[in-house]
């Protein structure tokens, strides 16, 4: 391919008066590590389904593999590998059985499917559950198998929406580490996701939605450095000490974050600032110096407010 694996212009999804997708931009390349960031109906899955070319675009223009999902959907929907929120697994056949079913929608003999399931149940650290029922996995095993089976028509672009929501920390890291074995092997990735420290272990690059739009684009490291500053410093005070604190703290950082349960003082010299607090006659409970983290940015640009 010459161009970029997804191009998006102006792209919207609506449904009936309800914008999901308000005219964004954006490109995904090929072998990349693509995220969609945001809270929860931020429009990430909106924005999924149409890449998917299962949903149709509402306006503006998608180009997905160099097709164009309106008229050419079957034939993106065979290079894609589509890993959804919900394991949809058929829980009544076995971890083999699933692969090989899931293989023949894309009408591969079975000596193919065959050598390719178990090459990807290796991948997937399932091999010894080979025979197994569905319904006995764990779920993170669920999850490591649902990302196998995507992979079975071995395609140009995996999607995956929420990978890891609702797993276990262990699970977690057992299933980044296998998502990035795929990125070294060069397949593209294409994430949703509202976990801070997933974007960071596994995005090359991601945009951040808030309220359908696209609110900021680069790299981890580029969004820490253009919407935070290099540290963080945490205050704690006594119950009823934080209001007569905070006089004493203005000015001796970028920014000031008062919150219900602490004060967060942004800065480039974590150390001096809180120094700085040490010497201003203020007396938190516990200081917390930490670098800059992809929440932060997170936070300031989509808002603190619980949204259900």
Request: glycine residues 8%; hydrophobic residues 40%.
């Amino acid at each position: 391919m010459t161009g970029p694996l997804v191009e998006a212009r102006a792209l919207t999804k609506r449904f009936g008066d309800f914008t999901a997708v308000d005219a964004i931009d954006f490109t995904v390349e090929y072998g990349e590590a693509f995220g969609f960031l945001g809270p929860n109906g931020a429009g990430k899955t909106s924005t999924m389904r149409m890449i998917g070319a299962v949903s149709p675009v509402t306006g503006g223009s998608l180009r997905v593999l160099e097709m164009d999902p309106a008229t050419q959907g079957a034939l993106i929907r065979a290079r894609l590998g589509v890993v959804p929120q919900e394991d949809n697994l058929d829980n009544e056949l076995s971890v083999f059985e699933n692969l090989l079913v899931y293989g023949r929608y894309f009408d591969l003999p079975r000596s193919v499917i065959t050598e390719r399931a178990d090459e990807l149940l290796d991948f997937a650290q399932l091999t010894e559950r080979r025979n197994a029922q569905v319904e006995s996995l764990s779920g993170g095993m669920k999850r490591r198998l649902t990302i196998a089976r995507a992979l079975i028509n071995q395609p140009d672009v995996l999607l995956l929406d929420e990978p890891t929501t609702g797993l276990d920390p262990q699970a977690r890291h057992a299933l980044w580490d296998r998502l990035y074995r795929l990125k070294q092997r060069g397949v593209t990735l294409i994430i949703t996701t509202h976990y801070m420290d997933e974007a960071e272990q596994l995005c090359d690059r991601l945009v951040v939605m808030d309220k359908a739009k696209i609110v900021a684009e680069g790299s981890p490291l580029q969004l820490i450095g253009t919407h935070s500053t290099k540290d963080v410093v945490e205050l704690r005070f006594a119950v009823g000490a934080q209001d007569d604190a905070l006089p004493l703290l203005e000015g001796l950082a970028k920014r000031l974050e008062a919150l219900p349960d602490r004060v967060l003082l942004y800065t480039d010299d974590g150390d001096r600032t809180a120094a700085e607090v040490a010497a201003s006659g203020c007396q938190p409970e516990t200081v917390v110096v930490r670098r800059s983290t992809l929440e932060d940015v997170f936070l300031r640009l989509t808002g603190r407010s619980l949204i259900d």
